[in-house]
């Protein structure tokens, strides 16, 4: 009985010191998420954000262009803007 007694002190030790590695480790793992998530915040989305703002005026242009008369000044007829537009759009993805 006596080593019974012995060992329960001990597992409860470890399980204290257990719990307690846990909780350094899920604050380190906080600690890095937010390093990383703030490194993505500064390195990626300003550039996503200047390239989606590209996007959204170059169609704006293109929209405001076939308006004003772009495709009687070329002579396109019929799918011939949709067809042309459409191939300078897919490049970009390239």
């Known amino acids: ?9 001990e ?3 470890s399980s ?5 590695q846990r909780s350094l480790q899920a604050e380190e793992h906080k600690k890095l998420r937010r390093k990383v998530l703030w490194k993505l915040d500064v390195h990626i989305l300003p550039p996503l954000a200047l390239l989606w703002l590209a996007n ?3 169609r704006t242009n293109v929209g405001n262009a076939r308006i004003a008369g772009l495709e009687t000044d070329t002579h396109l007829v019929g799918n011939q803007f949709n067809i042309a537009l459409a191939d300078i759009l897919s490049s970009r993805c390239l």
Request: proline share 5%; glycine share 0%; charged share 25%.
């Open 1 to 9: 009985m006596a080593s019974s007694q012995q060992k329960y002190p």
């Open 11 to 13: 597992e409860l030790q």
């Open 56 to 58: 959204f005026i170059d």
């Open 16 to 20: 204290e010191e257990l719990q307690l």
